[in-house]
């Protein structure tokens, strides 16, 4: 279960993240939904602990990433925006080396990576220099590169950018069995075919707060409209017109 | 200490199948110095060789108005030829390096020569131009020489004994251009070998740094749970490897080097034997893990290889720094100095090298500054691993 509570974030004049609070559930998959430069990869650092929050804190299965840091980030598995692999190591090496990081026995690590090889169809290219891999490759290599420590929760910072048709549908349903498992998954998306596909619950988020934070249907049902697209537009442009209001009354 | 030692073995092997960074840390970098040392010696004992042949180009114009003077430069070893060109055109023609030292004999030489008066002679040269310049003080010594031989036979005519004219005579030795040049050379030596070392360690640290966040695998691996300390450690120790290997390498190519040269003709002693390189490689090794860190350090702080590039290329530099200022104040191995990393290595190996004794204080002296230098470096790194804006 990962938790987000009040997270505040400031970068000089920018805030980036105000106030930002949602909790990811067990056996569900979350949607952090919103613009560009909505504040959703500053939000997944803060909550990967390569950021700390000004304000408020970010939980991981209860344990404070601010405090216990390692603790909380053994129990977090994360795909980060730019999800770059070390060109000279094949991507068995990539993973192997996470792996030991993260204390793993190697036999346990091996043992993973076979596994992680099936479930992703890696075989053709997993022994090869990932600098020859195409994007879906890697994307793969580094989903499993996230797992091998065997996460309850993940992250995945806009995982689907520039793979193909195929690739998604691939990462789509290996996402879905993670689900299964029961494990806790959150993912930053701008697209919004892929969380209404996916999504059992979506935290939009504009201007760096929460706009709306309910299931697909609900969020539908809320806005008044039949599709999540009509939905999504018309919670940003609300959200934009109450981020106005404020200024509108200071300036008069 | 597991973590920095995966870190460790990670980096070594990412590099180890870079071309670019293997050609750099363990052959460029290395062999670049022995080999241009080489060059460089031999040149220099070429030229002294030529210099000690004595022997002196002239163009000579209207030769014919002095048969005597002629004979005598040739049998002085003097190669001489008629100048194609005459009086008017000699002066241009050795501007315009047409012609390297020109003698002309002007019409009124036999006559004023005949009466015992000062008979001129004209010597034309450049002495700009650096491959003339030693034929034109040997073609004046020889003419000088030929002067006082035709005063003394004359002195003697008139029944005057010549040693009169003789009051004082100066046998001077020069000694400098040997040991002077033997000088800059051991400089040089110390300097491509502190070169080597850096070299060794430059595209570890920037693919370490700068690499890690270009690829973008720098924010995932900064998610895992281990100190900050092991992961820079593992690649600052993983630079020190490669840089140790390059300094091997670079001094084992020194010995093959010096030993294929004619050093002692250069007033050099030649006893760089292995266990010379030995105690150099024991004196430098200290100062491997301070640009380790250093390279490290200033890595961190650019966002991309070719930004790295420029910056930590400016650390190559460092050790040129404290040479030029030893060599300026003639700077002697001692334990105020000692405490300079770079410094303290040159003025080590040129104790060894000049055969001077080492102080044992000296020594420990310089190896612990310099392992405290690159501590301090290394908590200056680590700190900077730590602060947010490593993401970029």
């Known amino acids: 279960m990962i938790e987000a509570r009040g997270l505040c974030k400031r970068f000089g004049a920018i805030d980036a993240v105000r106030e930002i609070s949602f909790v990811a559930g067990d056996g569900r998959i979350t949607g952090l939904l919103g613009p560009n430069g909505a504040g959703k990869s500053t939000c997944l650092r803060l909550i990967g602990g390569v950021l700390a929050p000004d304000r408020g804190e970010a939980r991981i299965d209860g344990i404070d990433v601010g405090g216990e840091a390692s603790a909380a980030r053994a129990r977090l598995g994360a795909l980060p925006h730019a999800a770059g692999l070390y060109g000279h190591l094949t991507g068995r090496e990539n993973i192997a080396y996470f792996g030991a990081l993260h204390r793993i026995p190697a036999a346990r690590i091996g043992r993973e990576i076979d596994r992680w090889r099936e479930r992703l169809g890696m075989a053709d290219f997993l022994d090869r220099p990932a600098k020859s891999y195409s994007q879906g490759q890697r994307v793969k290599v580094a989903l499993a590169r996230a797992l091998v420590h065997e996460p309850r929760n993940l992250v995945l910072d806009e995982p689907t950018n520039g793979l193909d048709v195929m690739a998604i549908r691939a990462l789509r349903g290996v996402l879905a069995e993670l689900r299964t498992e029961g494990r806790c998954i959150l993912f930053s998306s701008h697209v919004m075919q892929e969380v209404s596909a996916l999504c059992d619950r979506i935290v939009i988020i504009g201007g760096g707060r929460v706009l709306a934070d309910d299931t697909p249907a609900a969020l539908r049902v809320r806005s008044g409209t039949t599709t999540l697209e009509e939905a999504f537009l018309r919670i940003l442009a609300d959200g934009e017109r109450e981020d106005e209001a404020p200024l509108g009354e200071g300036a008069a | ?392």
């Open chain 2, 1 to 392: 200490m597991r973590a920095l030692w995966t870190v460790f073995r990670k980096e070594l092997l990412e590099n180890a199948r870079d071309r670019r960074t293997l050609f750099s840390a363990l052959v460029f970098g290395p062999l670049l110095g022995p080999l241009l040392f080489g060059v460089m010696v031999s040149r220099i004992v070429a030229e002294d060789a030529g210099s000690a042949r004595q022997s002196v180009s002239l163009a000579v114009v209207h030769g014919e108005r002095a048969p005597d003077l002629l004979a005598y430069l040739t049998a002085a070893g003097a190669r001489l030829q008629r100048a194609p060109f005459g009086e008017r055109a000699a002066r241009s023609a050795v501007e315009r390096g047409r012609a390297g030292v020109v003698l002309i004999v002007p019409r009124d030489y036999p006559r004023r020569f005949e009466h015992g008066e000062p008979a001129r002679v004209l010597l034309v040269a450049d002495s700009a131009d650096n491959a003339t310049r030693g034929d034109a003080a040997r073609a004046g010594a020889m003419l000088q020489a030929y002067a006082s031989a035709i005063a003394q036979l004359r002195l003697q005519v008139r029944g005057v004994d010549p040693l009169i004219a003789a009051p004082v005579t100066i046998d001077s030795i020069d000694v400098a251009s040997a040991s002077a040049r033997a000088v800059s050379l051991i400089g040089l030596m110390t300097y491509f070998v502190l070169f080597a070392v850096l070299m060794g360690g430059l595209y570890f640290a920037i693919d370490a740094t700068a690499g890690e966040r270009e690829r973008g695998s720098l924010e995932a691996l900064l998610m895992v749970p281990i100190a900050r300390g092991a992961l820079v450690g593992g690649k600052i120790l993983a630079t020190s490897a490669s840089m140790a290997a390059s300094l091997a390498i670079c001094l084992a190519a020194f010995l093959g080097v010096l030993h294929l040269l004619p050093l002692e003709r250069l007033g050099m002693r030649s006893d760089f034997g292995p266990l010379m390189a030995l105690e150099f490689f024991a004196i430098c090794v200290p100062f491997v893990p301070v640009g380790a860190a250093l390279m490290t350090f200033v890595a961190s702080f650019t966002r991309s290889y070719r930004e790295a590039q420029s910056y930590v290329a400016a650390v190559l530099l460092v050790p040129t720094l404290p040479i030029a200022f030893a060599s300026i104040y003639s700077l002697r191995a001692s334990p105020a100095w000692m405490v300079v990393p770079s410094l303290s290595q040159h003025l080590l190996m040129t104790s060894l090298l000049e055969s001077r004794p080492i102080g044992a204080l000296d020594l420990v002296v310089s190896a612990a500054s310099s392992l405290l230098l690159a501590l301090v470096l290394f908590v200056f790194t680590q700190r900077q691993w730590r602060r947010e804006t490593m993401l970029g």
